[in-house]
């Protein structure tokens, strides 16, 4: 078990890619916090999963976008489980529109979610693994902060600005024994493209060169490699998690 | 332990050097090799020893040892 006595807080891990990772970290040996806003109910199912594969979690509920919730919820986690060592920043939302229509609210929530939760979280976290001089922080983006895609503008920006956040922040904590790298995924199946229009979703696949949707595992397995040891030497990195969708 | 010990306690751990370099005089970034982040850690670790707050415009001027063991005689003395 790579990541015995490792504690790690996945952010969104109620459902879909989150919830995979936090999943498949608990597998690896690691005691998880299941972050979670507003599905308390399938936020426990994750933690009743990990518990029943023998592992160790809790369910901490905060809304990654509200800096005192933050705090508090960090400050749980550590009494709970003890010092964060894995921060996997996956909480995200979409409010799709054209750019010409798309409304103050929509561009707002998402940056706030997507990328200043980020930015709140790691702020939070750091402290502490600076000072035991060891961390592994893996922040979530999306091909489509490579690619583009039209009527999510404000999506791609707020993925694309967890790369320049991630490569910068690897940069400053490089010393101290942390790493920060960057998960892409591609098209991948979970109730964030479930609610895509059919016709989207088939135009999506037929550009993947895989031919098929990728598992939230396939994401995950990634973002546990990072959070290993094995990835020591890796930081300020992108991996794409894509079947060769760009 | 004096308030002057544990300052110096807490800079030579900071920075990973011996107490015996953690003179007065010594600056941080000159003699003993700290980088911005070093200086962040150590006016946080400051904060959580000493129970206080140091504004970024406090923290700019700490550049020496001697700096530092004015600045928490001083708070700690209020």
């Known amino acids: 078990m790579d990541l015995a006595h490792k504690v790690a807080l996945v952010t969104g891990a109620s459902r879909g890619i989150g919830r995979a990772v936090a999943l ?68 995200g939302i979409t409010r799709d529109g054209l750019l010409v229509r798309l409304k103050d609210e ?59 956040f991630s490569r910068s ?33 088939e135009a999506l696949l037929s550009r993947v060169p895989m031919g098929r949707a990728g598992t939230p595992q396939e994401v995950a397995h990634a973002v546990v490699f990072l959070a290993s040891d094995r990835a020591s030497y890796i930081t300020g990195t992108v991996l794409h998690v894509n079947g060769g969708l760009w | 332990m004096s308030v002057e010990e544990k300052v110096i306690k807490i800079i030579a751990e900071k920075l990973n050097v011996s107490e015996d370099q953690v003179k007065p005089e010594a600056s941080f970034v000159d003699d003993l090799g700290a980088d911005s982040l070093d200086l962040v850690e150590l006016v946080m670790a400051m904060e959580e020893e000493f129970g206080m707050e140091i504004s970024d415009e406090e923290a700019e001027k700490l550049r020496t040892v001697g700096d530092v063991l ?9």
Not at chain 1, 47 to 75: C, H, L, N, T
Not at chain 1, 137 to 144: A, D, E, G, T, W
Request: net charge positive.
């Open chain 1, 24 to 91: 498949e970290l608990a597998r690896a040996g690691a005691a998880v916090a299941v972050n979670y806003t507003a599905s308390e109910g399938p936020a426990r199912e994750v933690v009743q999963e990990i518990e029943r594969m023998g592992g160790k979690a809790i369910p901490v509920r905060f809304d990654v976008a509200d800096p005192e919730a933050v705090a508090r919820g960090v400050k749980e986690v550590e009494e709970a489980l003890g010092a964060i060592d894995i921060l996997v920043n996956n909480a």
């Open chain 2, 70 to 78: 004015n600045f928490v005689r001083e708070r700690v003395k209020e």
């Open chain 1, 169 to 201: 922040l690897a940069l400053e904590v490089a010393r101290r024994g942390i790493t920060v790298n960057v998960v892409a995924p591609g098209f991948i199946e979970t109730d964030m493209t479930a609610a895509l229009p059919e016709k989207a979703r």
């Open chain 1, 106 to 164: 929509d561009w707002e929530r998402v940056l706030s979610v997507n990328l200043r939760g980020a930015f709140l979280v790691t702020r939070a976290v750091l402290p502490g693994m600076m000072k035991r001089r060891y961390g592994r922080i893996i922040n979530i983006s999306s091909v489509v902060a490579f690619s583009g895609n039209p009527g999510q503008t404000n999506y791609a920006a707020s993925k694309a600005g967890l790369v320049g």
